[in-house]
């Protein structure tokens, strides 16, 4: 079936509006994963939900950050009163919850003026 | 799209000879390992994972070693390809019954024809 796929797959937005990310897991996958990549470096994790378990938010880098997953579908990412460190690719990823490898979407890529 | 890698440690190797990426991993206690490949504009793919209780893993032209004394994963390609070519990543699970990953910062590999 379809891989993860991820919208917009670009977004440019003004310094202290709000923006939301959204991302379609695979099918039947009940792990979902949000991570940042700035440029030129690795991926930081953000925010991981697994089934019906309350989401681990410890990479959330501030309030302003937050996520929600309709059950076991769609995923958004909003970020609120967006600043220009916030200008990076977000990447979404989902799994299997009995296997530990992880299937990317493209990312979205956020560029904040 | 987005290139990915343009500040991170760069390995270049000729067509057809092997390539060797490390990487330094941060917790002890990471009981599993991914390597993942980036190309440009893409998000990481999956290539080969260890589990620590191992300390050698051979997949189709790639193995991935793990020396947990040092904790120093590394990966091995053989007869490099122009299609080789990308960003690599090595992924730690920390444990503890969590899928919750740490990436390294990764190390772009440049083939040259």
């Known amino acids: 079936g379809a891989g993860v796929s991820q919208s917009p797959s670009n977004k440019v937005t003004e310094k202290g509006k709000d923006v939301e990310l959204r991302c379609d897991p695979i099918?039947?996958?009940?792990?979902l994963y949000w991570y940042r990549q700035r440029l030129g470096q690795g991926l930081e994790f953000l925010i991981y939900f697994q089934g019906n378990s309350a989401p681990d938010k410890s990479g959330l880098p501030s309030d302003r950050f937050s996520a929600e997953r309709t059950g076991e579908s769609v995923s958004t990412l909003t970020i609120q009163r967006t600043q220009q460190e916030d200008s990076a690719v977000y990447l979404c990823?989902?799994?299997?919850?009995?296997?530990?490898?992880?299937?990317f979407g493209p990312g979205t890529r956020l560029t904040v003026l | 799209g987005e290139s990915v890698g343009l500040h991170l440690p760069t390995l270049s190797v000729q067509e057809g000879d092997n390539s060797i990426i490390n990487c330094a991993y941060s917790?002890?206690?990471?009981?599993?390992f991914i390597w993942y490949k980036q190309e440009s504009g893409k998000g990481p793919q999956f290539i080969i994972d260890?589990?620590?209780?191992?300390d050698k893993r051979q997949g189709q032209r790639v193995t991935v070693l793990l020396n947990k004394t040092v904790k120093h994963l590394s990966l091995q390609i053989a007869a490099t390809q122009p299609g080789d070519s990308a960003v690599y990543f090595c992924a730690e699970n920390i444990g503890s019954g969590t899928y919750k990953y740490i990436f390294g910062t990764g190390t772009r590999l440049k083939v040259l024809a």
């Open positions: 099918s039947g996958h009940t792990a």
């Open positions: 260890i589990r620590s209780n191992m």
């Open positions: 990823a989902s799994s299997l919850s009995e296997t530990h490898e992880q299937f």
């Open positions: 917790n002890s206690a990471s009981d599993y």
